[in-house]
């Protein structure tokens, strides 16, 4: 019991939401991005110049999500560690509210790094949303050309243009899937994965968002607990350290001295 008392739950759901938010943010994205250059470059573009920019860019971004993978690894087993250190138990075993200066500076900057990950990571989470809202709306229009099958020219006028997007320059060839070749491009499998991936992305990004900032909140409440308890131990220490002086004058035959000015005693004395 004083093992599974001892174990910081609060720091060990929001390092298991960060593993799974990461894991999912950063596998989901690699895998999706690779997907997203074969779709553009099988139907989008039939020239390299034309997307050789786009696929530096996202290889790129792939090394960026191995760094970051291995950060956050690292990062949440530090939190974890921290946690467990910090927890009852602990406090138990070295002493109630027993901080070193540096532990408190350690817990803060902590707590600064967490939150600066955190508003970063919002605008991760924004911008992962992007490719799933293109992808949507090519989802869309697919669905649109379905229904409008008996009517052929009106087909042909829905298109997706991926240089509206940023990710083409103006001069790619052919640079956009319309009617029916934009209806087979849906159905195909590399369409659908990538969709799925993109999703999967963002829900992990979400995850991770949430992770930091329960973490971020966490942190912030238990310092201002572990303050408050340092108060209320100095303030005890004080009382009893005043109550010991006063049963060493008892015991010494002593009396205690008078917390009030010699002036004021005399000035109360009666006079004859």
């Known amino acids: 019991m004083k093992c599974l008392g001892g174990v910081p739950y609060i720091s ?13 943010f950063c596998g989901c994205g690699h895998q999706a991005l690779t997907e997203t250059e074969r779709l553009i470059e099988t139907y989008f573009a039939r020239n390299l110049q034309d997307y050789i920019t786009l696929a530096y860019l996202i290889q790129y971004f792939q090394y960026i999500i191995y760094g970051l993978a291995s950060f956050f690894f690292l990062y949440c087993i530090v939190l974890l560690a921290e946690g467990f250190y910090t927890t009852s138990a602990t406090k138990q075993t070295f002493g109630e509210f027993r901080s070193t200066m540096c532990g408190r500076c350690l817990s803060s900057t902590f707590i600064l790094i967490t939150y600066l990950l955190a508003v970063v990571w919002l605008l991760v989470f924004a911008l992962s949303a992007l490719p ?44 956009k899937a319309c009617g029916i070749t934009l209806s087979n491009v849906c159905k195909t499998r590399e369409f659908h994965l990538t969709y799925e991936l993109y999703i999967a992305a963002f829900a992990g990004a979400g995850i991770t968002l949430l992770a930091l900032t329960h973490c ?28 010991g002086r006063l049963q060493k004058d008892r015991e010494g035959g002593g009396v205690p001295p008078s917390p009030y000015p010699p002036q004021i005693l005399s000035d109360s004395l009666p006079t004859e």
């Open 12 to 24: 060990l759901v929001a390092t298991l939401l960060c593993f799974s938010g990461i894991a999912l």
């Open 132 to 175: 799933v809202y293109f992808f949507y709306n090519m989802d869309a229009t697919c669905q649109t050309i379905t229904l409008l099958t008996e009517t052929p020219a009106s087909i042909n006028q829905l298109c997706i243009d991926a240089r509206q997007y940023g990710l083409l320059p103006w001069n790619a060839v052919p640079g």
């Open 216 to 243: 971020s909140l966490y942190l912030a409440v238990r310092r201002m607990y572990l303050k408050e308890g340092r108060r209320v131990e100095t303030e005890e220490r004080k009382i009893y350290n005043l109550y």
